[in-house]
């Protein structure tokens, strides 16, 4: 087989390219999923010998362009490489989700609808799988999004095949059955602490043993579906439904208690700089099923730079607050 196979792929819908990918550049120290601003890559496949490297790019101008896949092998791609390639780069673009419903209740929205005009055709991109993005998201709980891709960078290092094109090296993301042998102190080496080495070990061991289905995940109402990965040692509501957003693709799944979330729902809903978990959760209620949707659509607005339709509110300092 070719070392070599180029597709343009036409997701279904508007999509807008590089406003999706621009999530992955945020953490560029994590060495899997890869965006340079133009380029989307990722090693995928399985084991050192059938590993291939997919990079995507937009294919034209516009929400309507396709997108230019490239699959490349150090040798000859695997078998089955071009369908497990635009399966692959179509989940993690979510390809699959219709942002029609999303969109019409937007427009009902008086702050909302701005920014999804604005933005329409971004699609919240995902991982690979519920393991990844359960292991991603413990690795930034009680950190910056920076440190935890630098210690998730070396994990994956340590534990991820990978293989080499062009003189640079692409790693896959750790498999469970890897991650689940590693001992905690191996992992605390790398600046994990000895709870998170702890959890992600756990988590592995149980991906490993077949716990996380993800075709019952899929299934389950969203709440019976948080417990269930909330059963999970280290894994909190924030985590599950981080691991079902990323990893399955859940956009109903609405992450209240990260900071951001309410910093960004605070910002462009409230008028404030921040607000509680109850009250962004509150604000969130309107737009089910898709908070997460909604919440990728201010964080797009956040990252352009976009002002909110209303002018801040400062919060009063104590003294002010006391008169």
């Known amino acids: 087989m070719a070392r070599e196979l ?185 600046q994990f602490s000895e709870r998170k080495a702890e959890y992600v070990i756990g988590v592995a061991r149980a991906a490993a043993e077949g716990e996380i289905d993800e075709d019952l995940l899929r299934r389950l109402p969203l709440e019976e579906a948080v417990e269930r990965l909330s059963a999970l040692r280290g894994v909190g509501r924030w985590t599950a439904e981080q691991g079902l957003f990323r990893g399955l693709g859940r956009v109903e799944a609405f992450p209240g208690g990260d900071l951001g979330v309410q910093k960004v729902v605070a910002r462009y809903c409230l008028g404030r700089e921040r607000a509680e978990e109850e009250r962004v959760r509150r604000v969130a209620a309107r737009w089910a099923p898709w908070g997460g949707l909604a919440v990728a659509y201010l964080f797009a607005a956040w990252r352009a730079g976009v002002p909110p339709a209303r002018p801040l509110r400062k919060r009063p300092s104590r003294s002010a607050s006391r008169e």
């Open 6 to 190: 180029r597709r343009l792929l036409r997701p279904p819908g508007p999509f807008r390219f590089h406003e999706s990918a621009a999530r992955f550049g945020m953490a560029r120290e994590e060495r899997v999923n890869l965006y340079d601003g133009r380029t989307f890559r990722r090693a995928a496949g399985e084991g050192a010998g059938g590993l291939f490297l997919i990079e995507a790019e937009a294919g034209g101008e516009g929400a309507e362009a396709p997108v230019a896949m490239t699959l490349r092998a150090p040798e000859s791609l695997p078998r089955g490489a071009a369908r497990a390639g635009e399966r692959a780069l179509g989940h993690m673009l979510a390809f699959d989700l219709d942002l029609a419903p999303f969109c019409a209740m937007a427009r009902e929205d008086p702050r909302l609808a701005p920014i999804v005009e604005r933005f329409e055709g971004l699609k919240p991109v995902r991982y690979l799988s519920v393991f990844e993005a359960l292991v991603t998201a413990i690795t930034t709980q009680q950190v910056n999004v920076g440190f935890g891709a630098a210690i998730r960078g070396r994990m994956t290092e340590r534990w991820g095949d990978s293989l080499r094109l062009g003189g640079e090296s692409y790693f896959a993301f750790p498999r469970p059955e890897a991650l689940a042998r590693a001992k905690p102190r191996e992992l605390r080496r790398l």
